[in-house]
Each structure stands twice: as structure tokens, then as C-alpha cells.
């Protein structure tokens, strides 16, 4: 079973708007990571927040964790174009060496 | 520049048939993983390597098997015991100590005729 959730599967905004795709997962962790997919492309890291951290930034990124709900958000301010791939959650679980990653959402941005 | 390079890029195979995904790293990381990525299920993970000549089943190892006997090289064999290989595989490396990001090759498609 998939240790983090992402929400929603699939998303369209037009150019310009806000992107937010949220991640829920179940067990405690030590930090939790996104990622960007291009089609038929390897995976890019875009981000990591640690599990003491509420909050962080990077560029146009913003991402928030709440240990108490077991969540993360992934907000991308004006969005672009270039923005259209698909982003996945992935977490670092304590007292384990593997990353778990989510099932992705897929982000359409419209020119 | 340093990354990593998987091949072949896609791949065809008859039932029956084994086949050997390459993944090589010049990042000098030692550890080093292979997923799997269907549509709509995310990555899940086959196999990983933290040392040379010492690597670990992950979620979904059966029917695949990986060698580790240089740090920059992790090669992945779909056997025929593997009912269902159609995919996209990626492979990813990290370093030993650090945040664990991941960094991912370009991923093989490889496909059951």
C-alpha cells in the first residue's frame, strides 16, 4: 500500500493562477520530499521539508507539513506552462533507509 | 556532467524472456534504487542498495534481481518469473549520509509482446 496519498489526481488552472495539490500519509517520517514528472521522464526533485519545519519556500514553491494530520501541501504561485507535469509526495520513514512515494497529481496548466 | 544513465530507453521482449535494465551513476552516491511505475499508482520500490555487493528486496521484488558489484552500476534482470513487466522503470541514486533526496535517470519502457 502507498504510504502518501496525493489529492487531487488530476488538476486544470489557467495560466497565471495558484497551484495547490495536497499529500496525506500515515506513518511518522523524518522528512517529506516532491517531485516533479515530465512525461515519459525521470523524476525531479523540487523540494524537501523536515519533520520539525512547518513550512518552506523555494522560488515560486511553497510547501507546509502538519505532523498532526499526517499532511503536506505543495502550493506553485503564477503558475506557467512549463508547470504541466505531474507532482508526487514522497516521505522518509523513521528507522527506515526507503523512500515511499505517492500516487501523484497530475497538474494541467492552460495558456 | 554528472547524472545518471539508464538504458535502454525502450525495450520489447517475448514472454519467457529475461531482460537486464542498465542504470549507471557518476555521482560517486552510494546508495542506489530501482522503482517501478504503473499508471495511476505511483512508484513502488523493487529492490535498493546501500553498499557494494549488498542490496535489499523492497515492496514489490519478485520476479526481479539486481547485482551491486561496482558503486557506480545497479543493474536490474525482469525475469520470467515477473507475470506482469510492463513498465516504466526508473532507476535513482543518493548519497550515503544527507536529506535522502533522490536524484532519477530517465526512466525504461519496457514492453511484453
Known amino acids: 500500500s502507498q504510504q502518501g496519498e496525493e489529492d487531487p489526481q488530476a488538476l486544470s488552472i489557467q495560466e497565471g493562477e495558484n497551484a495547490t495539490m495536497n499529500c496525506s500519509y500515515k506513518?511518522?517520517?523524518?522528512?517529506l520530499q516532491w517531485y516533479r514528472q515530465n512525461s515519459g521522464r525521470g523524476l525531479v526533485h523540487l523540494i524537501l521539508?523536515?519533520?520539525?519545519?512547518r513550512e518552506k519556500h523555494s522560488g515560486r514553491l511553497r510547501v507546509t507539513l502538519d505532523t498532526s494530520k499526517k499532511s503536506s501541501s505543495l502550493l506553485i504561485t503564477a503558475s506557467r506552462a512549463a508547470d504541466t507535469a505531474s507532482y508526487f509526495c514522497a516521505t522518509k520513514i523513521v528507522g527506515n533507509e526507503k523512500l515511499t512515494f505517492g500516487t501523484g497529481t497530475r497538474l494541467t496548466i492552460i495558456p | 556532467d554528472g547524472g545518471i544513465t539508464q538504458s535502454p530507453k525502450y525495450l520489447f521482449r517475448k514472454e519467457g524472456q529475461n531482460v537486464t535494465l542498465s542504470c549507471e551513476q557518476n555521482l560517486n552516491h552510494d546508495a542506489m534504487y530501482w522503482y517501478r511505475q504503473d499508471p495511476g499508482q505511483g512508484l513502488r520500490l523493487i529492490y535498493y542498495?546501500?553498499?557494494?555487493?549488498?542490496?535489499q528486496k523492497g515492496d514489490i521484488a519478485e520476479g526481479y534481481s539486481v547485482s551491486r558489484e561496482k558503486k557506480e552500476s545497479f543493474p536490474l534482470t525482469v525475469t520470467s518469473a515477473q507475470k506482469n513487466p510492463t513498465a516504466f522503470y526508473l532507476c535513482?541514486?543518493?548519497?550515503?549520509?544527507?536529506?535522502?533526496?533522490?536524484?532519477f535517470g530517465e526512466g525504461s519502457r519496457l514492453t511484453v509482446l
Open positions: 535513482a541514486s543518493r548519497t550515503g549520509v544527507g536529506t535522502g533526496e533522490l536524484f
Open positions: 521539508i523536515r519533520s520539525n519545519e
Open positions: 506513518t511518522s517520517i523524518n522528512n
Open positions: 542498495s546501500q553498499i557494494v555487493n549488498d542490496f
